[in-house]
Nanobody, 121 residues
Framework: QVQLVESGGGLVQPGGSLRLSCAASGSIFSINAMGWYRQAPGKQRELVAVMISGSSTNYADSVKGRFTISRDNAKNTVYLQMNSLKPEDTAVYYC???????????????WGQGTQVTVSS
């Protein structure tokens, strides 16, 4: 099995910062991509940031210049540094990984359980 365990969410004031972490563990052969999605109440889940093949990154327009995704390949861990947080960043943030569990298999997507980020004064 594969597990994605997130940490680092919480309550922060507007303009503040948070750092989310997501560690992938279990039977992992290779990781194609790791990233973060978020879902606010009443809205669809949306991409926040993704790192593909350990180097190429893609960000939602709404977070460009404020959020930074990074990855520790040795630890199968992805981070999301969130600065200049706004109330509209409030959501449950989900870690996502596309990975292979064995050589010769197709990549599959896995999700973490989600961590709440609330930006409020």
């Amino acid at each position: 099995q594969v597990q994605l365990v997130e940490s680092g969410g919480g309550l922060v004031q507007p303009g503040g910062s948070l750092r989310l972490s997501c560690a992938a563990s279990g039977s992992i052969f290779s990781i194609n991509a790791m990233g973060w999605y978020r879902q606010a109440p009443g809205k669809q889940r949306e991409l926040v940031a993704v790192m593909i093949s350990g180097s190429s990154t893609n960000y939602a327009d709404s977070v460009k210049g404020r959020f930074t995704i990074s990855r520790d390949n040795a630890k199968n861990t992805v981070y999301l540094q969130m600065n200049s947080l706004k109330p509209e960043d409030t959501a449950v943030y989900y870690c996502n990984s596309v990975l292979k569990r064995a050589s010769g298999t197709f990549p599959q997507a896995y999700w973490g359980q989600g961590t709440q980020v609330t930006v409020s004064s």
